[in-house]
């Protein structure tokens, strides 16, 4: 019997996040959005994809949680994008309200579910996710750390004229401004990646994946990246589904490590079909531990605001 999988938002990001886990044929998908029948038209339109992709699964769009019932894992992408000028975090207070009332729907039709939360600013909303679930902390978790790895691959990868696939990082901290992309444990091929760059070039990489987001929403205008985010969500997607237990950067809800506690943060962390199995404390030096704590700084401004504007 196949695992059940809602994508919650029927946006770019959503559906090309649907579109994807459909064509990998492990999992039925639920695609939910308020906009009257508009999730049920791209369901029917992926449908008919199946005998061409070679996919058995089933897809349906729906404007009812109902259909939803007994989930086993719930994406939360619903929100509003970003627009040219608004920084992840002008979306807070918005997207705080629509995240509450989603995952309480979620919480009632799917009370065993994994929730991996997309939307932004990321590590609020999944903070704000965990604690409106009532869930234990290892089924609620967010999709950002993949991405802005991914990022920091694919720009060191065209630096350098070399395979993405030898390039092999990680970007830790809050899905900003302040991430932490750990240039000591970035390597090609197994090389050090200051074996291979000098130190402005490096910093230049750096800066880049960490204005990743920006610079594609001055691009597009008016939208925001969607195609790595789904690509993002959909590899995290199947580390869940096949149990593959994936060392991988998410965001999670850490009491005490990295120094950090009560607070939702990116981290190296075992995901498998139990959600986060376990965090991957790795050493980090002064310099980094600092760009860290600087980092939950940023995110720990978020939730002060997001507890101030609280419903009594």
Known sequence: MRKKVTVVGAGNVGATAAQLIHRLGYADVILVDIVEDMPAGKALDMQESAPLIGSDAKIIGSNSYEDTEDSDLVIITAGIARKPGMSRDDLLLTNMNIIGSVTREVVKFSPHCLIMVVSNPLDAMCQHAFE?????KHRVFGMAGVLDTARFRTFISEELNV????????????HGDDMVPLVRYTTVGGIPITELLDQEAIDRLVQRARQG???IVSLLKTGSAYYAPAASITEMTEAILLDKKRILPCCTYLEGQYGINNLCMGVPVKLGANGIESVIEITLTDE???AMDRSAASVQELIEVMNKNRPN
């Open 132 to 136: 409106v679930s009532g869930f234990p």
């Open 213 to 215: 987001g920006a610079e």
């Open 163 to 174: 395979s993405v696939e030898d390039v092999h990082a990680y970007v830790l901290g809050g």
């Open 288 to 290: 980094e531990k600092a």
